[in-house]
């Protein structure tokens, strides 16, 4: 069973940054993809960003050139490192397992079987 525990949400002005952790325990997180959703107040959740076990990332274009995604293989955790935050990057931001060995990046929840509790982001104008 993999857990997810993500930490580093907060309360941040416009223009700012914050950087997202989660740690994984459970499995060998080296050999699995891993993503970042999030779910904006009162809509459906969507997808951040993910990488791949060989690192290699994807990007929503809402936040590519401003968010970064990253991994720890030694430490089991995944980062998200976000920049120039704006109010629409408001939202819950979970990161999340795809659960198959050595498997390609997913940008569908429904292609992630394991998530965290989720972290609150507010980005005030």
């Known amino acids: 069973q993999v857990q997810l525990a993500e930490s580093g949400g907060g309360l941040v002005q416009a223009g700012g940054s914050l950087t997202l952790s989660c740690a994984a325990s459970?499995?060998?997180?080296?050999?699995?993809?891993m993503g970042w959703f999030r779910q904006p107040p009162e809509k459906e959740r969507e997808f951040v960003a993910a990488?791949?076990?060989?690192?290699?990332?994807k990007y929503a274009d809402s936040v590519k050139g401003r968010f970064a995604i990253s991994r720890d293989n030694a430490k089991n955790t995944l980062y998200l490192q976000m920049n120039s935050l704006k109010p629409e990057d408001t939202a819950i931001y979970y990161c999340a397992w795809k659960n198959l060995l050595y498997g390609s990046i997913g940008i569908t929840p429904s292609q992630y079987t394991y998530w965290g509790q989720g972290t609150q982001v507010t980005v005030s104008s």
């Open positions: 990488i791949a076990w060989r690192g290699d990332t």
């Open positions: 459970g499995r060998a997180f080296s050999s699995y993809t």
